[in-house]
């Protein structure tokens, strides 16, 4: 894929880069290797400030790189501000907390006696530069959810974002510059997938993060292993959402709808497959599908767009294939499901029932504005059809009974459950997934540490 901004809404080149020379690539892994070993000792206090700043300057910047989001990638432009402001949130919070976070513990007395010792305390110290190789559905968000807890724990990152983004990471990089960090404490390498491996490979790089595809994932992982460097992958996700007979069916429906459709469908938390009690299966249908065939498709830029075009055009065309499988196989398309004239990669809100194990569209991922429904006829059949997936990164409950809450938290695989809401991050909360949507964990306290050394540090009497 070339390096270049190709506005899905009509299919437009605007702007292509060349990825950069060997010279230049070495140039910043020295600058990074060099950057660390400095940085490193910089206060909390002064990271804060740093990352306060840059927050400050992301929320100034919000309408102008809303609209550079929304043309990379076609995401709505209420969504692209609204990612700029949750990206600003999290560097505030990472700022207030990350000292605490990463305080020295102190083991219990007696322990400390039984080793020995007169004082033993485990310590938090960065590891150095973090490789991230993250992808263009939230191409703010989820750098930033590396960057703000990287940065607190005195790491330093390199960014290699996805080709169809270059601008949104070219700015990222000047917007920790322009909030004034070293040269050489976030860089954004403008490199193709191809040049990964030997940039994992260098021994300046100490770890790195992933957002993206099963595949990529597999090979960074691969690589890391072989070089023995930690690393967080998160991945796909093909996430349940199950609704019991107890369950508020038009908050049920209404938020299925804002569930399924976030980001034009294109996020891996978005809510997939959705799992409906038997007594209860007519009902959400018909409000579900009233929503979906309700929403408003058209240019990302207009405020009122609820639906954009998919990010490329290869995205739509593995989507249709998904629908066109399960339709061939026998599955009803209650809504959507055929592919629109005119320009642009879009492709309409679509739900499909009667799906069967055999279809693709229940094995795989669609990345798009797809659901799936399925009927259960209890709770274990509805964790049965849940945990039917590869995949584990969070799920979605609906119910008023507390028994059922606590059987859907024990028994669905999955980083996370949600009951009576729809999946979302918070930086105060660990995120990532099971199975083969990945490993290791983002945000919160579990997220600034995946990085750190954890030291031990024992003084004798």
């Known amino acids: 894929m070339p390096i270049a901004t190709v506005n899905p809404a009509n299919g437009e080149t605007l702007k292509t880069y060349e990825p950069m020379d060997e010279d230049e690539l070495e140039r910043r892994l020295e600058l990074a290797e060099a950057t660390f070993r400095t940085y490193r000792t910089t206060s909390f206090a002064e990271r804060a400030r740093l990352l306060t700043k840059a927050a400050q300057l992301l929320d100034e910047d919000q309408g102008e790189i809303g609209r550079v989001v929304t043309t990379e990638m076609g995401k709505p432009i209420r969504q692209a501000r609204a990612e700029a402001a949750k990206c600003a949130k999290a560097m505030r919070w990472y700022a207030e907390h990350a000292e605490r976070l990463l305080a020295d513990e102190e083991p219990a007395e007696a322990d400390v006696r039984d080793s020995g010792a007169s004082r033993v305390r485990v310590r938090y110290r960065p590891l150095g530069p973090v490789l991230a190789v993250m992808p263009w559905n939230f191409p703010l968000w989820q750098v930033v959810r590396f960057a703000a807890p990287a940065l607190m724990a005195g790491n330093v990152g390199l960014l290699k974002h996805a080709s169809n983004v270059p601008q949104t990471a070219l700015y990222l990089e000047d917007l920790f510059h322009r909030a004034g960090f070293p040269a050489g404490c976030f860089q954004t390498l403008l490199i193709g ?222 980083g996370s459950v949600y009951v009576n809401g729809m999946t979302a991050s918070h930086p105060a909360f660990p995120f990532g997934g099971v199975k083969r949507s990945g490993y290791g964990r983002e945000l919160s306290g579990h997220g600034i540490r995946e990085f750190c050394n954890i030291t031990t540090v024992w003084q004798g009497a």
């Open 193 to 414: 997938s191809g040049a990964v491996d030997d940039i994992l490979r260098d021994e300046r790089v100490k770890a790195a993060t992933l957002t993206g595809s099963e595949p990529a994932g597999r090979a960074v992982a691969s690589t890391a292993g072989e070089m023995i460097k930690k690393t967080v992958l998160e991945l796909g996700g093909s996430d349940p959402y199950i609704v019991m007979p107890s369950a508020d069916l038009d908050r049920a429906a209404e938020v299925a709808v804002t569930a399924r459709v976030q980001n034009n469908g294109q996020s891996c938390i978005a809510a997939k497959r959705f799992i409906v009690h038997t007594d209860v299966y007519d009902a959400f249908a018909e409000r579900f599908v009233a929503g979906m065939r309700a929403l408003k498709v058209g240019d990302p830029l207009a405020e009122d767009t609820e639906i954009g075009p998919l990010a490329s055009e290869r995205g739509r065309d593995d989507l249709a294939e998904l629908v066109d499988g399960a339709r061939h196989g026998g599955a009803t398309v209650l809504c959507g499901g055929e592919l629109p004239d005119g320009p642009g990669w879009y492709y309409p809100p679509t739900v499909l029932s009667g799906i069967t194990r055999e279809m693709r569209v229940h094995r795989e991922e669609a990345f798009g504005p797809v659901a799936t429904l399925y009927r259960a006829d209890d709770v274990d059949e509805a964790v049965l059809i849940a945990n039917d997936s590869a995949f584990g990164l969070s799920s979605n409950v609906w119910t008023r009974d507390e028994t059922e809450v606590e059987r859907f938290a024990r028994d669905l695989e999955a």
